[in-house]
């Protein structure tokens, strides 16, 4: 049936148990589904799953049972350029210059399978294609029988041997180094978008030093290359399709532009980081909104096997002009952060006072990740850090981060000595740091003396319901990308330290409700103020019910705090006289030091946002956003105007 698209069929075979002739190799069985998996990935649908296998311990005669198998299926039903693709690890050993493959039954004293009988049966069957592939001992001696009038005979099998006809191949404790590489290579080729095929794959298996083997490649007599798959797209393709990306994030949504960076991460890594390149090349593009910065940066993370590009398009971003890219840049690398030249960058930027916190709070984050049970000397000890002293915010962060030795490696007694030494040296926000490992880690708050638990204030903790941001975890970190990461964020909250407030909610009746509302303005954990507001947004009828005792949330210290109380206030305006909502709006323009606190820039699109809502005058919105944060950069002004077109009553700052 020659109308059928041309399909692959894999017949992967690992061989583990040898003894007592030979020496067991377990990774032969890693080495035969690791193979399969990766073609199943880089071919997708073009491999023919009902007719590839991977075969595990099989005798020499289930070997040639399989392949006879796999002929006879290809003769019925398959057209002309179906592929054939054998791929064996296990032991190989020559005999009068030809190659035998041993399987599980030479442990019993069975000779192996000469290549010669291979070839005769390729040779019968006439399959169209053959890509051999062997991982054994002396695999290169495979090309001696090409001359042969067998199924190798330079019509149609190409050979790739891990290694020259006299040469050993080296196992592994996991995977062989030869498979490990060869996996790598296919996978690098299909993202760099290029057609899979055996010419390809010889360069890319060139630029892996394997010691004491070199793979060795033969094509058929008059050929130069086998292609396995073809390249997804032609250049100019590919070429438009990026230009079209990126001309669709510099003017989508916010919301678009966020579900269009997860895409990408599931996208091949060409085309991924062909749109950054275009994006933040010449620096003119700022994203406004850290929910996209997030996704831009979480999918340029994903980058696995063009590291160099990755790197390239890092360094650009590190030496922006504007902080927001440098924050994608510090998300770009924070899987990195054990190479030299990205923790040094992001040390340099940690201990940068001239640096806005947004930055300076992504390096801590990351490299308090990396140094773990260290970081109370490599950051704490080490670094100026006088902007984050200043709020009880930054306190809590860096007592979080590289105090609390007993969430990274350490124990409680450590933990409890940095924390009497770094309380030491507080000027001010005791108090609040001592609310904070109260109600976040009680057993640490329980080891210290008594004259820092005197610092606790009993009137908050009083409070019915406070005790839940003890007893109620946060989402912690997640493994997933792309869209999985995007669907996690929305079900459980946009960070690692939201927290979802529920339950409390559903236990209280009204008056302890509206009483544990206004007591969580006091309460140090930012994260915590957060969640109610985000909680509310739900419940818009909750919320107005207690929008009194909610009022606090438009003045709190900090951004992240107020940009969620002005959106869920935002949602309820339809319900609020104009004059009240304009108020309301005002009473948020207050002082903001983006060198303190992080979060600033989202904040002041929260407020472009109601103020288009409200249809509030240009000038007057300029005015309420300069006595918000006194300093605007050229950038600054760009971005905003990027993410008010799509106001009701859009706005040009510049």
Known sequence: MTNKAPKVRLLSVGISEYAPHRKDLPASLNDARKIYDTFEDVLGKSLDHRHSIVALDITGDQFLTHIRTALKEQKKDGPSSDLLIIYFSGHGSTYDEVLDLHFIDSKLGQDGISTIVIGEMLRIFQYPRVLLILDCCFSGAANKITYANTGFSKKKTTLIASSQPIQPSQSGEILSIFTQCLSNSLYKIKQQGLQISVANLEIELGNYVM?????????????????????????????????DISDRLRVATEGVRE??????????????????????????YTEPSWLVRRAAGSALSEIKFLKNEQLNLCNRLFSSNHWVNRCIGILTVRRDVSKDDFRLQLEKLLSSEEEVMDVRWLALLYLSDFYGYSS??????????????????GVCELWERGVNVAENGGDISSTKERTEIFIGKLKQHTSSLINFIYLRYREVFNQLNDDLKAWLDSSLIGTIGIDCFGDTPTRGSTQKMGIGKWLHSSLYGSWRGAYSPLWVFNSLNAKELSEFIEAVKHVPIVAARMAIFEQLESSPELANRNAEALSWGVVDDHPWVRRVALRLFRTLNSNEPIEESKARLNSAGTILNEKIYPGSMDYLREIVHWASQLAL??????????????????????ALNQDSIFESHPYRFI
Do not use: C
Request: a negative charge; aromatic letters at 12%; zero cysteines.
């Open 211 to 243: 010691p004491k083997q070199n793979p060795h490649i033969l094509f058929p007599e008059g050929m130069h290359d086998l292609v396995i798959a073809p390249a997804p797209l032609s250049v100019p393709q590919s070429q438009k399709l990026q230009l």
């Open 259 to 284: 579900s269009i960076w997860y895409a990408l991460a599931e996208e091949p890594e060409y085309i991924l980081l062909g749109v950054a390149k275009i994006l933040f090349d010449d620096d003119k």
């Open 376 to 393: 109370f000397e490599k950051i704490i000890q080490r670094f100026s850090l006088n902007n984050f002293y200043q709020s009880s915010w």
């Open 617 to 638: 005058p240009q000038e007057q919105i300029k005015l309420l956003l300069h006595v918000t944060l006194k300093e605007f950069s050229r950038n600054d002004l760009l």
